[in-house]
């Protein structure tokens, strides 16, 4: 048996989303209001980011040194060797941006993975986001994670899927496994889906062993 792996980035590599901690240290105004506005269903997920966006107040430079600070899940690079050494198909898909996960995937000396993401843009101090993979029927979130997960699934391997929150609800539910914690985790719990909760990647590792 064939498997693939999808996993989220903001939270779940990551110990703190990497777009709520750039608005928390950097935005001028309540950006907190505008996400309930996305989690509600007012406004799409790439109306919000971008009007986040415009709250932030930094430039690259600032921005880079600020999350190159967050740290990741301690047992994650150890995850990363044992599927490479296994050679699992592994794919980071995020409704976050591409300069935060390579920052910080840079800065922990993690090579050679592919990412699914938002990207960001600088023009001075002004922070621009453009979103490639949204889906358009549907406009939730900026980076549509299932319409990814059945492009890159080409051989109908088995999905493991990995996840912490909201924009992972429509993508984990195709998942042969689902790894799951925080909102995720209460939502499927809600929809009586089976899924596995985690708390690190260690409790991930642990299991993954057993599966394949």
């Known amino acids: 048996m064939e498997y693939i792996i999808i996993c989220d980035f ?4 990551t110990l703190n989303d990497t777009v709520n901690a750039m608005a928390d240290e950097f935005s001028v105004g309540d950006w907190r209001k505008l996400d309930e506005m996305w989690i509600c269903g ?10 986040i966006l415009e709250m932030i107040d930094t430039d690259e430079h600032k921005l880079r040194e600020f999350i190159k600070n967050i740290k990741i899940d301690p047992y994650f690079k150890e995850f990363m060797e044992y599927i490479k050494e296994k050679v ?17 995937l840079e800065e922990n000396e993690i090579i050679g993975v592919i990412c699914f993401s938002n990207m960001l843009q600088f023009e001075g101090k002004k922070l621009m986001g453009f ?23 080409i051989e109908n391997k088995k999905i493991i899927y990995i996840g912490d929150g909201y ?14 914690k925080g909102e995720l985790a209460n939502h499927l719990k809600e929809e009586n889906i089976d899924f596995i909760e985690f708390n690190n990647f260690k409790d991930i590792l ?7």
Not at 42 to 51: A, D, F, L, T, W
């Open 167 to 180: 924009s992972d609800r429509c993508a984990a539910k195709l998942g042969d496994y689902i790894f799951a």
């Open 88 to 104: 699992i198909e592994f794919y980071i898909v995020s409704d976050g941006f591409d300069f935060n996960i390579e920052t910080i």
């Open 131 to 153: 979103y490639p993979n949204v889906n358009e029927d549907c406009k939730k979130c900026g980076n549509c994670k299932r319409n990814i997960i059945t492009n890159v699934n």
């Open 206 to 212: 642990l299991k993954i062993k057993e599966i394949i």
């Open 10 to 13: 903001d939270g779940t590599i």
């Open 42 to 51: 007012k406004c799409s997920g790439s109306e919000v980011s971008q009007k």
